[in-house]
């Protein structure tokens, strides 16, 4: 009689486990963070790995904004840019923007140095950076908080990308589309194969984020002119991928 194996690998520090299902007829114990599941088949076992995606409307958008000095010193450079870094965030803080939604991304600091004409390399001084990431749940006000920031005195402006707070409905819908199309195909080979059916031995799901149409991107400089920044946010998909095996039964 054929045997198929199916390992299933859970990690304890996983966010959200692996969901298996199968037929067990023996349980061989592993590691702490994982189990492996023999499965008895008597046919034919077909393995597929299936993605489907539903599109929805973002609710948040997610920016970068930071502030890059120079100075002749390191430590200028980094007071300098610690004052106007402060300016943003009391910006953030005016806008009504929530502190929890406000991450501090990357704080950086080097030398710089004048490599023209083909001389040795001449110290020109250091220059620091410092940059926040930023969700908006308001996506009419994207364009007007990009403004908002430049206006304060934020040089490095990134995003927006689009996102949806709470994807679990679009994945459970996406989820049952990903099987069905599973189950649908494997039947297919089950009659092209000359058998009846197909059984399920085992599904996983891998974790997909919300992506959207098209990357989009927003670079600001300081001397950005007057007119508001446009922004439109499309929609974002929310995709699910499948790994399912089945065995063709008679």
Known sequence: MPRFRSTLRVLAATAAAVPAIAAMTAVTALPAHAAEVDIQTSGPVVELQVMQ??????????VGAGVTTQAQTAQAAMQQNAAAMEKVLQRLDALGIKREYVQTSGIRLNPQYDYRDGNQPRFTGYEASNNVTIELRDVDAVGETLDALVQSGATNITGPNWGIVDDSKAKSQARKAAFDQSMAQARDYARVAGFSDARLLAVSESMDMAMPIQERAVMIQASTPAPKTPTRPGQVATPVTL?????LVR
């Open 53 to 62: 995606q539903v599109m929805g409307d973002p609710d948040k958008a997610t």
């Open 243 to 247: 790994s399912t095996t089945f065995e």
